[in-house]
């Protein structure tokens, strides 16, 4: 995987290049920084695998920016859960009260929005879903070779991009990989736009070439100060802010 700053992504004219952001969670800073990247290089395609919403502070100016700018956007569990909280039994008591103020913050129209996202989506063969193609209303977590080979059998198609674990990673029928390979099914987890737990707090997210059918993760700096600052000054729990310095 390689490592970079903001505005140094470059793509070629005639490439076709798919950006895949996840695991925004509300994080305004680390969007924004992103889709400038993304800009910059030239990708005309973004598509977003959810978890647009939670633990954030700016949960409004993120959905219309996904919604402005992803072609593709499927739901995660997150985004389902301001929908309905009952989903949130199962969340952290810190996830949880920020699913509460997330939906007394956003708007009816976002919140529309959020409740008619599928849960899986397809672009160019490939398979896109928020956490794992196996029962994915149930929000399985895939983060190591095991557990990649046991959701490589929910798919029959040439390869499958999830989040939700917010730790990026390349997984084959082998084990975990360092690219992809022509004529080989993978699994990719793309890592997280807001918050991610690999102890790199750099945003992740990651760009396939489907003519060279090849996979880059891009990591970048941005603003966590202010991402943190904004955390507090809304009441959220102290903890979701002092985590984005950390990557955990």
């Known amino acids: 995987m390689r490592y970079k700053n903001a505005g140094t992504l470059t793509c070629g004219r005639h490439d076709l290049k798919i950006a895949v952001i996840s695991d925004i969670h509300s994080n305004l800073e680390a969007l924004t920084t992103a889709l400038e990247l993304i800009r910059s ?61 997330t939906q007394s913050q956003l708007s009816a129209a976002n919140l529309d929005f959020l409740a008619s996202l599928p849960l899986t989506a397809s672009l160019y063969g490939l398979l896109l879903v928020h956490a794992s193609p196996h029962e ?18 929910a798919f029959s198609g040439s390869g499958c991009f999830v989040g939700h674990s917010h ?29 991610p737990r690999d102890r790199n707090p750099l945003l992740s997210f990651g760009v396939f070439d489907t003519d060279a059918w090849s996979y880059e993760n891009v990591r ?28 955990v």
């Open 167 to 195: 730790v990026p990673g390349i997984f084959s029928a082998r084990g975990r990989e360092t690219n992809v390979k022509q004529g080989e099914r993978f699994l990719i987890n793309v890592g997280s736009i807001g918050q």
């Open 41 to 101: 290089g030239g990708i005309e395609t973004t598509v977003c695998l959810g978890d647009i919403v939670g633990y954030g502070a700016n949960p409004n100016e993120c959905v219309d920016l996904v919604r402005e700018h992803c072609a593709v956007v499927v739901r995660g569990n997150h985004d389902a859960g301001v929908v309905d909280t009952r989903i949130t039994d199962n969340f952290s008591r810190n996830a949880r009260a920020a699913i509460f103020w």
């Open 136 to 153: 994915p209303d149930r929000w399985h977590y895939i983060v190591d070779s095991w557990e990649a080979r046991q959701a490589m059998h």
């Open 220 to 247: 970048a700096e941005y603003d966590i100060d202010l991402a943190a600052r904004k955390i507090l000054g809304k009441g959220l729990p102290a903890t979701l802010a002092q985590r984005l310095a950390l990557g």
